[in-house]
Each structure stands twice: as structure tokens, then as C-alpha cells.
């Protein structure tokens, strides 16, 4: 009886246990459900303790860590994870959780596959191992995997999942080059629907029925899909007609009549598009199009003729027609041609064409960007806006002054872009101010959230202070935004102009105060990232960057991570025409550049900033790594996307002088050549850190990375004066990444201290002996010594903030391999880099011998002796930053010494990363 009584005990207590386990747990999911995410990680730590093995407690405090953005250290868990992952009976919905947010989907692929191939025949499974191949495009499997579900269960949907695998892997394949393959691909995915379309017992769908048409497109089968569209019509594929008619039916006409050169049905089509849509813009130019194709031009021009007649009277006013025959001007005169002679008298005149649209949507906000492509077509630019204002002041009186502003706004935004105005910046700008003012008044019933009708003055005026470049034209231009963004809070156009201009004044802290209140979050870390992040850093603002970064690279991070899964939903609901859609959208935002930039300058941001343990900034490397390309990728143009979106900014240069489009190229190359630049960088520590016996490799793209950069850069200053404004290439273009002879300077120090560095291991691993062992040991100290004294040396003489940066910056990297190389000297084992017997590099224990310790004796006393040159300039620059902090001008300029300053006192200076 004692016995059992004991053994009841015993079960009641575990059984206690386990409830309160489970409870523990429970509040574990609850803070993270309220994304109470601190308080879930120190209950989860706690539970922890005494659970050690728990599986499902360690994916839970790997998904608080994610949430708190301490990815590399939950990236540690979830690698130790990943093995007991494939066992069996393993709660496996947290980890899942987390590999999603952490856009591991090679790992929830691995995790599915094991699992599907335990268990072939369960259609759940196969179903969730499918999507995990779509959300990696594993291209190569899912024909398989998709048709064995279909021999299962004969679901239509499974066999359109295979067809749509072989059509994704036979366009990848052609996208490659390899045409042949790919058409193979092409056409069996053809095949297999052609086969069910002549079955009865298979019941077509929409979605079907769009995948065949998809294939035909990319087969250029374009007469096929004019066929299956007309049996479609006839309901030759079902009970009903799958598609159904509209705007996506006709654009498929449309389409197929262009490719096989069905010239008189696309011209019938397009007019019937514009009849039922006058601002059918599509439409228009398919008509152009096709008028350029046969020749037959009377017809296009009676035609856009007709509809321009029609459009004087219309009700509601109707743009198409106007601009379309702005377009077919403009594109005659490219083609040095004029209208025909019947036509002649009839078609619109350029400034007919062009007042017409004033008359009709010059209040609107749309009117400028609409001319603006059509005002280098004016014979007499000013004879133009000279009626415009006659309009105006006789026709307009009686109107709401509110549409008056707002046309006048229009019409000196025409003023500037044609050099119209007058050659006195600063009168301009005072008459931008004037009329301003004058145009407060019609804005006052406005609320908050509605912009004001006369912004456009103040973009102007800023214009036009920057055109001056005096200090305090620019001063005034400041204040006026300011103040206009008081008004108009909502107007992002003039929120970025104010951090450029605060940018401009070197007042970081104030442009990250107005960047936080933009509401533009979609495009605000990628498209238009430029306009914060490529100054941020490089003033010193230190503080903002540390929290701006995190939010940057969350917005990367769930993109990347939520695409996968539109790609499934895509799949599951049968939008195949939204597959390729999304992939490319995932392209751009997993090979952009301003996210690969972001994840360099974010960890070079913690190295200078921080004093963090040696395994942590390892740890961080190793994660950032794995974000990264590899160096082959870097080298490749085609594996970046660069997405941003200069337009998105007003901007008004002149006709006269536009940016050329080599210009553009330029601008955009030097910023893809600076990327692969800070990469290097990265790449550098990240192989001392954690791969020593790659260096050398590094330390080649370093130098080439310098060497592109400094080619790109010589290419810019040559242009600088005539094309590259204030901001570079105007106020809406990004910084040009171009380095100045002092940077030039200084990358070279620093890429011969590496080289010497580098070359230390191999030095001692080395068979050379006697004098010539102390020549070459104190010819490379020589050389690391002149380089630490060079990088101090520029930064105790120069007064360039940005330069300031970039030389601490070097040297706060110089100084952490410094000490990881000379630890390394000091130890007891010394490795040296050598390849396996499978080409790969390996670290292999030195042999200690006479010659070795002979060398390892010449190197510590000299090594000693840079560390000690090291020492006295990190004590000189504290003091010398010190008095530029004192004697700053403003306090944006005090705030960046100080961080400054911190730079020295950091891991890489004073030890702590050691």
C-alpha cells in the first residue's frame, strides 16, 4: 500500500509539473500575441533554466529574439534547432514561426522534404512540402512532386500546380539562355493542357484556361490564343464562358493582334477601347503603333482629330485626347515628319493642344507633369505662357481662387522648365515668397491632412535659392519650407525637400525628425532610401542611424519574408498570372542595393559604436554574411537591383540644359561601384574574424572595389561643374559616391596595412631565414606602422566632416585586425591557410621551430612597438576632437565630434572585442 501511495505521489507531482509547464508557456505565447516581447523573452529564459532541453521553449525565445531584432542570436538557436527538427513528434509550429519571419524558407523546405519522404502519400504533407519549393523557386521539383498529388486525388488543381512548375522552370531557363531547354519545357507544359482541354471528364477552368494562354504567350503562339479566345467566346470549354468580357479580355486581343501583325483589328479594337474609356492611354498608343507600322498616318490623324474636337465640349473634360495628340506631335518630330496635308488644317496645333488642357485641367495638380514631356515643342515658350495668364485674369475671375493658385503654380513651374524666367535667382525667389504669402489665405479651410494650394511656390523659391548658392538665400529658403511644412504636413514633397536641405545645412538630427514623419512607409527604406541614408552616417549622426537601421532592415526582412507566401497564395487561389508578378517584386527586394548597403553600414555602425564581446561581433559577421552575395555575386551587375526612384522628387531643370542620360548611367553606376566597395570592407573583417585563411581573396576585391571606385569618381568630378548641381545631379537626385583625392588617400593606407596584415601569417609559415627573415619582417611592420600613422595623421589635420568619418571609420577596422593579428602572433598556435586534398581552404597548426620563434620574437617586440604608436594617436585624436566639439558652430556639427570621439573609446580601440 506504501508503495502505491508512493507511486500516486510521484504521478500527481510530474502531472503538476507538466501543467505548470504548460502554463508557463502559455503566458510565453501570450506576451509575444501582444508582441509584449521583452517580458516574452524573460519568461521564456527563466522557463529555460530548469527546462534546458525544451524544444519548443528555445523556438520560442528564438522568435523573442527576432522580434527584438537580435537576429544573430536567434539565428544561434535556430541552427541548433534545425537537427532536432527532423525528428519525430516534435512540436514543430513555433519553429516554423520563425523560419518565416527570419525568411528561412530553405530550412522550412528541408524540414517539409524530410517529412515527405516518411510520409509520399500523405496529400497534406506533399501539398505543404510543394509551397515550400515555391517559396524558395526549387523550380526542378515541383512537376513531380505536384503530379504525383494529381495521381492521388485527380484534383484539377494539382495538375495545373505541375503545368505551372514546367512553365516557371522553361521561362527561368530561357531567362538564363538556354533557349532550347527551355522551349522543351515550354512546350510539354502545352502539351499536358491540351491534353485535358479535349477530355470531358476534366472539368477546364478559368485558371486553367489562363495558364494555357500564358504558355502560348511565352511560346509566341499568339494566333493559338486568338483561337482559344474566340472558342472560349462560343463557350467551347465548358457550360459557361471562362473569360469573361472586359478590360482583360480585350488587352489579350490586343496583345495577340500586335504580335501577329492583325493591324486593322487592333486599330478597331483601340477605337472601341477609347469610346468606352476617352483616357484610355493604352489604346492611343496601340493606335500610334499601328500608324507606324502600315504608314497609313491620315487616318490616325483624322482620328485623333475627331477626338480632340470631341474633347472641347466633353463632359466630365477628358485628357486622353489631348495628350495623344501631343504625343503623336512629338513623336513626328523625332521622325522629322509633319502632319499630312489633308489633315494639316484640322489636327491641333502644339500650343492648341497645350492651352486646351490648361483650360481644362490647369487647377489640376496632374497638368504639370503631364505637359512637361510636351513644352520643348513650343515655338515661343513665353508667347504661351503669356496666354495662359490672359486666360486667367479674363477667363477665370469668377472661379474659386483656389483653382487659380493652383494654376498658377502650374504655369511658373512651365516658367522655369522652359527659361522663361528671369536670370536673378534672388528676384525670383522673393517673387516665389510673395506669392506664397498671398496664398495662405485660400488654404485656411483646409484640414490638416489636405495640402495647400500654394506649395509649389516654395519648391520653386528653394529652387531657385539653391541656383544662387548664397548662405543666406539658402537660409531663408530653409526657413520658408519650415514653415510651409507647419501648414502642410502632408505634402511629402515638401517634407523631403526639408531633409535635403537640412542634409545640405549638415543638421542630420532635424532631416531624421521630419524622415520619421513621412508617410510614405511603403517606399521610404528602398525607393527613395537615398535621400537619408547616404548622409546619415557620413555626418556623424550616429545616435538616429543606431535606430533608424533596425527598422530598415525589418522592412527587407518581412518583405522578403511575406512574398513567399503571396507565391503560395497565388498558387492555391490559381492567379497564375500573378506568380512571375511576385517573383520579380522578390527579386528587387532581395537583391537590393540600398538593403545590401544597409546590412555593411549597420554592422560597421555597431563596430565604431559599441563595445561588444569578441564571439558577438563574430556572431553578427557570420549572420550578415549569410544576408550577403558571395564575391562572385558581387562581381556580376545582373545580381543587383537598384530601386531607386529619383523621380519620385519635383524637380526642374531646364529644357534648355537637361541631365543627359549618361549622366543618369553615372550616377547610377557610382553607387552599385560604392556598394561593392563597402562590401569589401565588410568582407575584410568578416574573414579576419571568422575565415583567416580567405584573406587573400578579400583583399583582391578590396583593391579592385578602390579601383572602380576611384575610376567612377574621376569620371564624376570631370562632370560636376556642368551637370551636377547643388545636391549633385539637382535636388531630387542621390549623393554621386564619388571619394576625393584625400579618400583616395586614405582607402590606400588602409588597403596596404590589410595587405601587410595578411601577409603576417603566411611570413611566419614561410621558409626564409636568417637577414632576409628580419629584412621582410621589418619591411611589413614598417609598412603597417607608416599606414597607422598616415590614417591618424589625416584625421588630426582635416576639418571635412565626412572625411573625419571615413578615416576613423578605417581605423577603427584597422585596429580590430591589429588586434586579432597581433593575438593571434601572441598565442601558442599559430595557423596558416593551405588547401585540402579537395581544393578547399583549410587552416592547418604551424610547426614551432627555431626560425619560428625567431620571427614570432621579431614581430611581438615590433608589433609592440605600433601598438604603442597606436596608443599615442587614439590619446592626440581624443584631444583634438575634443577642441572641435568645443569650438563647433551648430550643434549638429558639436553632436558629430562627440560621437566622433566615442568612436575612439569603442571595442575596436580599446579592447573589448578582444
Not at 494639316?344 to 486646351?356: D, I, W
Not at 603566411?762 to 621582410?776: L, R, W, Y
Request: charged letters at 25%.
Amino acid at each position: 500500500c506504501c508503495c502505491f501511495f508512493f507511486f500516486c505521489c510521484v504521478c500527481l507531482l510530474h502531472k503538476h509539473e507538466r501543467v505548470a509547464g504548460m502554463g508557463k508557456l502559455d503566458d510565453i505565447k501570450g506576451a509575444l500575441d501582444e508582441t509584449n516581447n521583452t517580458n516574452a523573452l524573460q519568461l521564456v529564459t527563466s522557463f529555460l533554466k530548469k527546462n534546458k532541453d525544451h524544444q519548443e521553449a528555445k523556438a520560442l525565445k528564438a522568435l523573442a529574439l527576432l522580434r527584438l531584432q537580435r537576429v544573430d542570436e536567434a539565428d544561434v538557436i535556430l541552427n541548433e534547432l534545425k537537427q532536432s527538427s527532423k525528428d519525430e513528434g516534435v512540436d514543430l509550429q513555433a519553429l516554423l514561426i520563425c523560419y518565416r519571419e527570419n525568411g528561412r524558407y530553405s530550412d522550412i523546405k528541408d524540414i517539409y522534404k524530410e517529412k515527405y519522404e516518411r510520409n509520399p502519400d500523405d496529400l497534406e504533407i506533399a501539398a505543404q512540402y510543394f509551397m515550400s519549393l515555391v517559396r524558395v523557386n526549387d523550380l526542378g521539383s515541383l512537376f513531380t512532386v505536384a503530379m504525383k498529388m494529381y495521381k492521388q486525388d485527380k484534383s484539377p488543381m494539382y495538375y495545373f500546380w505541375a503545368v505551372m512548375g514546367l512553365y516557371l522552370e522553361g521561362k527561368q531557363l530561357q531567362k538564363n539562355g538556354q533557349t532550347v531547354p527551355g522551349t522543351m519545357k515550354l512546350t510539354l507544359a502545352k502539351t499536358l493542357i491540351e491534353k485535358v482541354l479535349g477530355d470531358k471528364a476534366f472539368k477546364m477552368t478559368r485558371d486553367g484556361l489562363q495558364l494555357y494562354v500564358l504558355i502560348l504567350c511565352a511560346l509566341n503562339m499568339f494566333q493559338d490564343v486568338l483561337s482559344v479566345l474566340s472558342k472560349d467566346a462560343a463557350k467551347g470549354y465548358g457550360d459557361t464562358q471562362l473569360f469573361a468580357a472586359g478590360r482583360d479580355r480585350d488587352e489579350l486581343f490586343r496583345l495577340c493582334y500586335e504580335e501577329t501583325d492583325n493591324h486593322e483589328e487592333a486599330f478597331t479594337l483601340a477605337t472601341k477601347q477609347i469610346s468606352d474609356n476617352a483616357d484610355n492611354w493604352v489604346a492611343y498608343k496601340t493606335l500610334m503603333e499601328v500608324a507606324a507600322k502600315t504608314g497609313n498616318f491620315e487616318r490616325l490623324e483624322k482620328y485623333f482629330a475627331e477626338r480632340f474636337e470631341n474633347a472641347k465640349t466633353a463632359t466630365p473634360p477628358q485628357r486622353g485626347p489631348l495628350i495623344a495628340c501631343l504625343e503623336w506631335r512629338s513623336r513626328c518630330a523625332d521622325r522629322t515628319r509633319s502632319i499630312s496635308n489633308d489633315v494639316s488644317s484640322s489636327f491641333p496645333s502644339v500650343e492648341e493642344a497645350l492651352m486646351l488642357m490648361f483650360e481644362k485641367f490647369g487647377h489640376k495638380r496632374s497638368f504639370f507633369s503631364d505637359a512637361r514631356p510636351f513644352l520643348s515643342l513650343l515655338s515661343d515658350p513665353k508667347a504661351f505662357i503669356s496666354d495662359a495668364r490672359s486666360f486667367i485674369d479674363t477667363k477665370c475671375s469668377e472661379e474659386e481662387e483656389w483653382r487659380n493658385i493652383l494654376r498658377s503654380v502650374a504655369l511658373c513651374f512651365c516658367e522655369r522648365v522652359c527659361a522663361c524666367d528671369t536670370d536673378n535667382n534672388a528676384k525670383n525667389f522673393d517673387s516665389m515668397v510673395q506669392l506664397f504669402e498671398q496664398s495662405k489665405k485660400s488654404g485656411e479651410e483646409l484640414a490638416p491632412s489636405e495640402l495647400r494650394y500654394g506649395d509649389g511656390y516654395v519648391q520653386l523659391a528653394v529652387y531657385y535659392a539653391l541656383q544662387d548658392g548664397s548662405a543666406e538665400l539658402v537660409e531663408r529658403a530653409l526657413g520658408l519650407v519650415e514653415s510651409a511644412v507647419a501648414l502642410s504636413g502632408s505634402n511629402p514633397q515638401l517634407r523631403l525637400l526639408l531633409i535635403k536641405l537640412l542634409l545640405h545645412q549638415g543638421d542630420v538630427a532635424g532631416a531624421c525628425g521630419h524622415w520619421d514623419a513621412l508617410e510614405v512607409k511603403q517606399i521610404q527604406f528602398d525607393s527613395i532610401g537615398y535621400v537619408l541614408f547616404d548622409h546619415v552616417i557620413r555626418l556623424g549622426e550616429y545616435d538616429h542611424a543606431y535606430k533608424l537601421f533596425p527598422e530598415m532592415r525589418k522592412f527587407f526582412l518581412s518583405g522578403g519574408a511575406d512574398v513567399p507566401e503571396y507565391l503560395c497564395r497565388a498558387f492555391k487561389h490559381g492567379s497564375f498570372h500573378k506568380v512571375e508578378e511576385f517573383t520579380t517584386f522578390l527579386h528587387k527586394i532581395t537583391h537590393s542595393l540600398q538593403s545590401y548597403v544597409c546590412v555593411c553600414d549597420e554592422f560597421f555602425l555597431n563596430l565604431i559604436r559599441t563595445k561588444i564581446p569578441l564571439s558577438r561581433t563574430q556572431s553578427i559577421a557570420k549572420y550578415n554574411a549569410q544576408l550577403l552575395p558571395s564575391l562572385e555575386e558581387m562581381s556580376d551587375d545582373t545580381h543587383f537591383s537598384d530601386n531607386t526612384q529619383p523621380n519620385v522628387m519635383e524637380s526642374f531643370e531646364s529644357l534648355v540644359d537637361p541631365i543627359k542620360d549618361d549622366s543618369v548611367l553615372l550616377m547610377r553606376q557610382s553607387k552599385l561601384q560604392y556598394t561593392r566597395l563597402r562590401f569589401a570592407l565588410f568582407q575584410i573583417v568578416n574573414c579576419f574574424l571568422n575565415q583567416p585563411h580567405k584573406t587573400s581573396h578579400s583583399v583582391e576585391f578590396l583593391k579592385n572595389s578602390i579601383d572602380n571606385v576611384v575610376s567612377v569618381s574621376k569620371e564624376i568630378d570631370g562632370k560636376k561643374k556642368n551637370s551636377f548641381g547643388v545636391f549633385s545631379f539637382g535636388i531630387s537626385w542621390p549623393r554621386c559616391h564619388f571619394v576625393t583625392n584625400e579618400e583616395v588617400e586614405v582607402l590606400s593606407q588602409f588597403l596596404t596595412a590589410i595587405e601587410s596584415l595578411s601577409t603576417l601569417r603566411s611570413f611566419i609559415g614561410s621558409k626564409t631565414k636568417g637577414q632576409a627573415m628580419k629584412d621582410e619582417g621589418a619591411g611589413l611592420l614598417l609598412t603597417i606602422k607608416s599606414c597607422v600613422e598616415g590614417l591618424g595623421k589625416v584625421c588630426l589635420s582635416t576639418s571635412d566632416i565626412e572625411l573625419t568619418h571615413t578615416t576613423l571609420e578605417l581605423f577603427s577596422i584597422l585596429s580590430l585586425v591589429m588586434g586579432l593579428v597581433f593575438g593571434g602572433v601572441s598565442s601558442e598556435r599559430i595557423l596558416e591557410g593551405t588547401s585540402d586534398d579537395n581544393g578547399e581552404d583549410v587552416l592547418v597548426p604551424i610547426k614551432f621551430n627555431k626560425t619560428v620563434k625567431q620571427k614570432l620574437k621579431l614581430l611581438s617586440e615590433g608589433l609592440a612597438d605600433v601598438e604603442n604608436l597606436k596608443t599615442q594617436l587614439v590619446s592626440d585624436l581624443q584631444k583634438h576632437l575634443s577642441e572641435k566639439e568645443h569650438d563647433a558652430a551648430t550643434a549638429s556639427l558639436k553632436h558629430a565630434y562627440k560621437n566622433f570621439r566615442g568612436v575612439l573609446k569603442s571595442g575596436c580601440f580599446v579592447g573589448a572585442t578582444q
